[in-house]
């Protein structure tokens, strides 16, 4: 039997996915308070004018929510998809949150005898209109087999790290990486322009060997093309590196890379930046340096 879904949060990353779902013949349901529930009813979902009533109507809640609070307010709270889930429904929250959060809704959902899964994502806007982002998973094995199709139809790797939180821990790794190396890109281009020499020819010639990245081919030509249309917010990275920070803490683990990465995201966000595409790192270091790359 096809599984009916409850998709809550149809923002940047949720509406696509929520499409994804209903596109593959999902029975899906969403919350009519959300501004592009309009556009999913139309398509052929339907409408819940709370989570708790999103939740009666559906075998399976996903969540895609901006932080820790709102998920936990969103499942947890009055009204909230743990009161309208019944026995053997499962929550799977997409949002990148902290891993202790993620651990508690799972002991809250198996102490209703259902289940819960923390599926952070990885592939920004791109991935998930393309349905090719990289989805960490905790949770338990059955309740991951379970929820694999659904899964599939948003992301193209798709990876169980380990119980409930592992996912969580999984992404903040990932945030540590992507953040330290947009600031390594940034620096970079920086360097080489402020010294007259051409950020896209060195760039280039950076694609072809060892500094090769992902970060380097997308987000570098961002920062040369001065396109910072969000794909992924600084403020929202922020909040990312303030989870991988917390985590840190908790473990006694020292990140002074990633509190450096953290302090300056800060420094754009109190400038204004904050609703721009991460990428947009580099306009801080350009004023630093009193200097601006040259759109090309």
């Not at 402020?194 to 081919?217: Q, T």
């Not at 991988?244 to 908790?250: C, K, P």
């Amino acid at each position: 039997m096809t599984e009916r879904i409850g998709f809550i949060g149809l923002g940047i990353m949720g509406k696509p996915m929520s499409l994804h779902l209903l596109h593959a013949g999902y029975p899906l349901t969403v919350l009519t308070s959300n501004k592009a529930a309009g556009e999913l009813i139309a398509a052929g979902a339907r409408g819940a004018d709370s989570p708790r009533h999103v939740a009666e109507q559906s075998d399976v809640v996903i969540t895609m929510l901006p932080d820790s609070p709102d998920v936990e307010q969103v499942v947890l709270g009055k009204d909230g998809v743990l009161e309208g889930l019944r026995a053997g429904g499962l929550v799977i929250d997409m949002s990148t949150i902290s891993p202790a959060v993620a651990r508690k809704i799972a002991h809250a959902a198996r102490a209703r005898g259902a289940d819960a899964l923390d599926a952070p994502v990885s592939g920004g806007e791109v991935g998930a209109k393309n349905a090719t982002l990289t989805i960490m998973v905790g949770g338990s094995p059955a309740a991951f087999e379970r929820a694999r199709p659904i899964l599939e139809k948003m992301g193209k790797s798709i990876t169980l790290i380990g119980e409930a939180g592992a996912g969580q821990i999984a992404k903040a790794a990932n945030q540590i990486i992507v953040g330290v190396t947009i600031a390594a890109v940034s620096e970079a281009l920086l360097l080489a322009a402020k010294a007259g020499v051409d950020p896209a020819r060195v760039r280039e010639a950076l694609l072809g060997g060892f500094a090769a990245s992902r970060i380097l081919e997308v987000h570098g030509k961002r920062m040369l093309g001065r396109t910072f249309a969000p794909g992924f917010k600084i403020k929202l990275h922020r909040k990312d590196m303030n989870i991988v920070l917390n985590t840190a803490r908790e473990l006694g683990v020292v990140l002074p890379m990633s509190a450096n990465v953290a302090e300056l995201m800060n420094g754009l966000i109190a400038s204004g930046a904050g609703e721009l595409d991460h990428s947009a790192f580099i306009t801080l270091l350009e004023k630093l340096a009193n200097f601006e790359i040259a759109a090309g």
